[in-house]
């Protein structure tokens, strides 16, 4: 298994061809996921961020 860290940071590769499947794994709860979300669509809206 390779967290998507290591792939984005070139630390490991990703896929090595088309055959191998994608997994992504969430390890957080949902609720909070989207009250950060809320929290940054607010900022941004202040911001006049688009």
């Known amino acids: 298994m ?3 860290g290591d792939v984005v940071s ?3 590769k990703g896929r090595k061809d088309d055959k191998e499947k994608i997994v992504f794994l969430a390890g957080r ?3 909070e ?3 950060w979300g ?3 669509y607010k900022s941004a809206k202040e911001k ?3």
């Open 2 to 4: 390779t967290d998507l």
């Open 10 to 12: 070139g630390n490991k």
């Open 29 to 31: 709860k949902a609720v």
């Open 33 to 35: 996921d989207i009250s």
């Open 38 to 40: 809320y929290e940054l």
């Open 48 to 50: 006049n961020l688009r």
